[in-house]
């Protein structure tokens, strides 16, 4: 893991968003009738772009995925994004990147501007060059499409830059592009989600991680 320019994941890779993500899920349902009280029922909103998961979930079309993603953000954006955790150890992981002189991107399917706002409030945004999401009207919400405008953004060589994360999105967008990619199993993503997709590396905790950037 020798390259120059880390992409990392947010969701499931540098914070644990469940409690923020599932509830704003979980208001929006009730906005449209649907009541789920159980959280854990959720979790599989974390990750894939949230339009999609909307319509692939709860069998919604375009307009009414649309509707619930606006009713998600009311709560998300106000409260949602601090309800949110930084996995123990990011900080050191991050700090020791930074140290080896490596240049650090934050790539996530989640709007940028919430992205940059969880990074500046729980204090990581400094250990990153530059934080890309997508668009609010859902631009590159797709891992393919926000990797490669990344790299184009940056001039960066897909043979020097690595993407890190914890669900196959990352891991396609990765390879899609002609990254390696590794995969992290302490976030979302099962083992056997992450296996599919091959990834160069697969971690099973953020400390093997870390030891893995030291070597």
Same mark, same amino acid.
């Given at each position: 893991?020798?390259?120059?320019?880390?992409?990392?994941?947010?969701?499931?890779?540098?914070?644990?968003?469940?409690?923020?993500?599932?509830?704003?899920?979980?208001?929006?349902?009730?906005?449209?009738?649907?009541?789920?009280?159980?959280?854990?029922?959720?979790?599989?909103?974390?990750?894939?772009?949230?339009?999609?998961?909307?319509?692939?979930?709860?069998?919604?079309?375009?307009?009414?995925?649309?509707?619930?993603?606006?009713?998600?953000?009311?709560?998300?954006?106000?409260?949602?994004?601090?309800?949110?955790?930084?996995?123990?150890?990011?900080?050191?992981?991050?700090?020791?990147?930074?140290?080896?002189?490596?240049?650090?991107?934050?790539?996530?399917?989640?709007?940028?501007?919430?992205?940059?706002?969880?990074?500046?409030?729980?204090?990581?945004?400094?250990?990153?060059?530059?934080?890309?999401?997508?668009?609010?009207?859902?631009?590159?919400?797709?891992?393919?499409?926000?990797?490669?405008?990344?790299?184009?953004?940056?001039?960066?060589?897909?043979?020097?830059?690595?993407?890190?994360?914890?669900?196959?999105?990352?891991?396609?967008?990765?390879?899609?592009?002609?990254?390696?990619?590794? *995969?992290?199993?302490?976030?979302?993503?099962?083992?056997?989600?992450?296996?599919?997709?091959?990834?160069?590396?697969?971690?099973?905790?953020? *400390?093997?991680?870390?030891?893995?950037?030291?070597?």
């Amino acid at each position: 893991m020798h390259q120059q320019n880390i992409l990392f994941d947010l969701d499931g890779t540098l914070t644990d968003p469940r409690e923020g993500i599932t509830r704003s899920i979980q208001y929006a349902l009730a906005k449209l009738g649907i009541d789920e009280p159980d959280l854990t029922r959720l979790e599989h909103f974390i990750g894939p772009p949230l339009l999609q998961a909307f319509m692939q979930f709860y069998g919604f079309d375009q307009a009414k995925a649309w509707e619930a993603l606006n009713f998600y953000r009311e709560r998300f954006k106000v409260t949602g994004l601090y309800e949110n955790l930084l996995f123990d150890g990011v900080p050191e992981l991050l700090q020791a990147l930074n140290d080896q002189g490596r240049t650090l991107y934050i790539a996530t399917s989640k709007p940028w501007e919430y992205a940059r706002e969880i990074a500046r409030h729980f204090a990581f945004d400094h250990h990153f060059k530059v934080i890309y999401g997508s668009e609010l009207d859902g631009t590159r919400t797709d891992k393919i499409e926000l990797i490669r405008h990344l790299l184009d953004e940056e001039g960066l060589d897909p043979a020097q830059t690595l993407m890190v994360g914890d669900r196959k999105h990352d891991l396609i967008g990765a390879r899609s592009n002609g990254l390696q990619a590794v *995969a992290v199993g302490y976030g979302l993503g099962s083992r056997a989600e992450l296996q599919a997709e091959t990834p160069a590396f697969h971690f099973e905790t953020l *400390a093997e991680l870390h030891q893995a950037f030291m070597r």
